[in-house]
């Protein structure tokens, strides 16, 4: 039962989506409908600026490391992996939008944060300084993803289980970015523009 209740828990919090709940109550719109149609912080950027942007990424990075850090204090360690894949299948697929959400990366990253701050660290100072240095927010995204289970298993963090789970995770983030892999093998993908309103 345990492990049920973290999962829904973490579901839930994980369906908070910072850039759609932005969207309708401050700019009245649905953010699916705008841009590239997907629910995260780099549409954000792009349809609202990068002000509401970064705002969207502190709100999904929050939830992930809030609901790892309630569920490792509730349940104990052993569910907290499990807590950050729950999470981020809430955020990329939450039951309310039609299961139409973000590809994780911000949450992703917050929770990664609690469970392992210096691996999550050196991880986000790549990513940042890859995304300022290209302004191509899904390479870099991609690259994070490959990373993260090798990060956590190399300072020991993941093993077994919790590996497995964590691998689950960059599975579904490498997924949910198919469709800029495409382009990026195409030599198409867009570089990171701010929106004007």
């Known amino acids: 039962m345990k492990v049920v209740f973290a999962f829904l828990f973490s579901y839930l919090m994980g369906t ?4 759609f709940l932005i969207g309708k109550y401050i700019y009245k719109v649905d953010i699916r409908n705008e841009g590239s149609g997907n629910a995260g912080t780099t549409n954000a950027i792009r349809v609202f600026g990068v002000k509401t942007g970064l705002y969207t990424f502190l709100i999904d990075f929050i939830k992930g490391s809030l609901t ?16 950050l894949l729950a999470c981020v299948l809430g955020h990329d697929f939450p039951f309310y939008m039609d299961f139409k959400g ?4 911000a949450t992703s990253i917050g929770g990664s ?11 986000m100072g790549i990513w940042i300084l890859g995304v300022a240095s290209y302004r191509m927010v899904s390479l870099w995204s991609i690259l994070l993803y490959l990373l993260l289970p090798l990060d956590h298993y190399l300072f020991g963090l993941a093993k077994g289980r919790d ?14 970015h198919k469709e800029n892999i495409r382009r990026i093998l195409r030599g198409e993908e867009k570089k990171l523009e701010g929106g004007k309103k």
């Open 16 to 19: 908070i989506s910072g850039s």
């Open 102 to 105: 973000g590809k994780g990366v």
């Open 163 to 176: 590996l497995i789970l964590l691998i689950l995770i960059s599975v579904l983030g490498l997924y949910r």
């Open 113 to 123: 944060l609690i469970i392992a701050p210096v691996p999550t660290l050196i991880l």
């Open 68 to 83: 790892v850090f309630l569920v490792r204090e509730v349940f104990g360690p052993e569910v907290q992996y499990l807590a």
